[in-house]
């Protein structure tokens, strides 16, 4: 007879199982006028599992996952984690050679894609490993030689497989943004993702009761927040199609929609949209992550929504930070105090621990770091940094400092700084500038070769109206920064790039700029 009692330890699969039997007619997840029960989407994403294991798949095998938002994909991502296998969605919105260098990278055994993406698959069939290939699955109406999604899941037992996962199984790999040159897999385990969703759920917020609206894809570890937290929860995910900003109020009044997380460009636009009238009382917690929040968009969103807005600082690598509505107050600037369990620091160029008020690198540790980029032994070494006692810390490439009493506020990124005449600068700072003029609807500021000082800021500019005046732009913004930090030009664009994220595309810009050259 044992002499103590041992716990369990479930892992986000067997959470999900928990609700299927305790919450098994709630809804879990709506998409349009289909709702699935938790019962209902469980034995769904246990056909997966069964059908990619018929497949002849193994437990940690990955599956690449190139699929528009719906149920199909929830299904397909929830399915991988059931059967032991490692999803990697990927982004819909690189190009063709991205994608292909990202399912060359993972090793994938399966593809599962949305027809309106079984074209460009089928188009670089020849340097598509044949162990991927061969084992493609089209939701949507399947291509000559694709399985069809439906009748390939609903083959197989809706029983729950045996399977055996631990803790430190892989769960899914997230590729980074940057996917214009080598991939970069940043790797969660199960153990790890669980973690991660407890953390986050305290930190924003979200109970049993969350309906979470997905308005970014599912490819985006920004989604993954409210998608994970609500799970967690036994709360409702919504699948939201193509972000309108008009249609979004609507659907937050007539869902009751109690969760969001998405990037700063899209609460601009919902916050440039006509939003009176939209009875939003609902909402407990919103989210924005990505790139910085506009202090003047963060401050509409306070005067417009009761539960304010909460700025997460974060890296899909695992490191978060949180600024509260409560204490906002006074520090719209700041994003908040590391999450439960995290902790970090502000390193020197001499990896030196900074005093309060002074930049450097941001540097943190706590459960839910990523254990690898996957495969990538260098770039795993490059973003580690061992402390005098041992302690693992990861660097995150981002500038910053606290402030006497902790909080942290971002300074730009460190690959972003530009080097005038021996001096730092921050294009995040000039930016903030810029941003204010009635005229610049959004703005990107890069380092550009100058004879004179080495490099110079160039502004580049979406006009409000198309059209401004550079030349008093540039002379109103100038006169509020410091002299090295002045811009010494303003270019005009329609649209400055972004990638889905929100997150301004300067390699694209300083790769448009780089024969560029000021006296």
């Known amino acids: 007879m044992p002499k103590t009692i041992i716990p369990t330890n479930p892992l986000l699969t067997d959470i999900f199982a928990l609700h299927g039997k305790w919450r098994s007619e709630k809804p879990a997840v709506v998409e349009g006028g289909e709702v699935l029960s938790w019962s209902a989407f469980n034995a769904r994403t246990y056909q997966v599992a069964n059908a990619l294991t018929a497949m002849g798949l193994s437990k940690g095998d990955r599956v690449i996952v190139l699929m528009s938002n719906g149920l199909a994909m929830m299904e397909s991502l929830f399915g991988a984690m059931a059967g032991g296998f490692v999803s990697a969605p990927l982004n819909v919105s690189v190009s063709d050679d991205a994608i292909l260098n990202m399912i060359i990278d993972s090793g994938a055994k399966a593809i599962i894609a949305t027809q309106e993406h079984c074209a460009r698959l089928d188009a670089m069939s020849g340097d598509i490993p044949e162990a991927a290939y061969k084992n493609r699955v089209c939701a949507g109406g399947a291509p000559d030689g694709w399985k069809d999604f439906s009748a390939w899941r609903d083959a197989q037992s809706s029983e729950r497989p045996s399977v055996e996962i631990k803790p430190d199984d892989y769960l899914n790999i997230i590729y980074s943004s940057g996917t214009t040159g080598e991939p970069k897999g940043i790797v969660h385990t199960h153990q790890g993702r669980r973690d991660w969703a407890y953390d986050l759920s305290i930190a924003l917020r979200y109970n049993s009761s969350a309906r979470f609206l997905a308005a970014i894809g599912f490819y985006s570890n920004i989604t993954w927040v409210g998608m994970l937290c609500t799970m967690l929860a036994g709360g409702t995910v919504y699948i939201n199609g193509k972000f309108d900003a008009d249609a979004l109020w609507q659907t937050l009044e007539d869902q009751s929609i109690t969760h969001l997380s998405m990037v700063p460009v899209m609460y601009e636009r919902m916050m440039e949209a006509n939003h009176s009238g939209y009875d939003v009382s609902a909402m407990q917690g919103m989210m924005s992550a990505g790139s910085p929040l506009r202090e003047t968009t963060k401050a509409q969103l306070f005067e417009r929504f009761d539960c304010g807005i909460i700025e997460l600082y974060g890296l899909t690598e695992g490191v978060i930070t949180t600024l509260d509505p409560e204490d906002a107050k006074g520090r719209l600037a700041s994003v908040g105090l590391p999450l439960i369990g995290t902790d970090l620091k502000i390193l020197d160029d001499d990896d030196q621990e900074c005093a309060a008020g002074q930049s450097g690198e941001i540097v943190a540790n706590g459960r839910i770091v990523m254990p ?30 606290l402030d006497a009493e ?18 730092n600068i921050y294009p995040q700072d000039i930016e903030a500038v810029l941003a204010r003029h009635d005229d610049v609807k959004d703005v990107a500021v890069i380092g550009v070769k100058s004879r004179k000082w080495g490099e110079t800021p160039l502004a580049i500019v979406a006009a409000k109206n198309g059209r401004l005046n550079t030349d008093a732009v540039r002379t109103w913004c100038n006169k509020q920064l410091g002299k090295q930090q002045r811009i010494t030009g303003i270019d005009i664009i329609d649209e400055i790039p972004r990638n889905p994220n929100g997150k301004i595309l300067k390699k694209d810009l300083r790769a448009k700029y780089k024969d560029r050259i000021f006296d």
Do not use: C, N, P
């Open 372 to 401: 690898e980029y996957f495969g990538r032994a260098e770039a795993t070494q490059e973003a580690l940094w061992v402390d005098a006692d041992g302690g693992h810390w990861l660097r995150t490439g981002d500038i910053g400092y």
């Open 406 to 423: 902790g909080y942290l506020y971002i300074v730009d990124r460190k690959k972003d700084m530009i080097l005038s005449g021996g001096q």
